[in-house]
């Protein structure tokens, strides 16, 4: 199984920028479907980011053209790229597995807390 630990949160103004880390340990991260998720307390959890076994990108239309999803093999992390950050960006951000054939996210990080200041 894959284990996921997410780094990269903080505090930020409002138009700034973090990046965030997905590490995985125990598999090659590339032998799965990445999602980046963040959930508001009393909200549901929305999906961000994705990137898929072949390396397809999707994203959620309230981060498209300001977040990047990317995979680095080497360092078997997917990485987040936050920019023009709004303050309702602010949420807990959770990294999240596919595996190949399954359609749910089976595995998932400790999440990662981000908070955009106005």
């Known amino acids: 199984q894959v284990q996921l630990v997410e780094s990269g949160g903080g505090l930020v103004q409002a138009g700034g920028s973090l990046r965030l880390s997905c590490a995985a340990s125990?598999?090659?991260?590339?032998?799965?479907?990445i999602g980046w998720f963040r959930q508001v307390p009393g909200k549901e959890r929305e999906r961000v980011a994705s990137?898929?076994?072949?390396?397809?990108?999707n994203y959620a239309d309230s981060v498209k053209g300001r977040f990047t999803i990317s995979r680095d093999n080497a360092k078997n992390t997917v990485d987040l790229q936050m920019n023009s950050l709004k303050p309702e960006d602010t949420a807990v951000y959770y990294c999240a597995a596919r595996a190949l054939g399954i359609t749910t996210y089976g595995y998932w990080g400790q999440g990662t807390e981000v908070t955009v200041s106005s």
């Open positions: 125990g598999r090659t991260i590339s032998t799965y479907a």
């Open positions: 990137i898929a076994f072949g390396g397809s990108t």
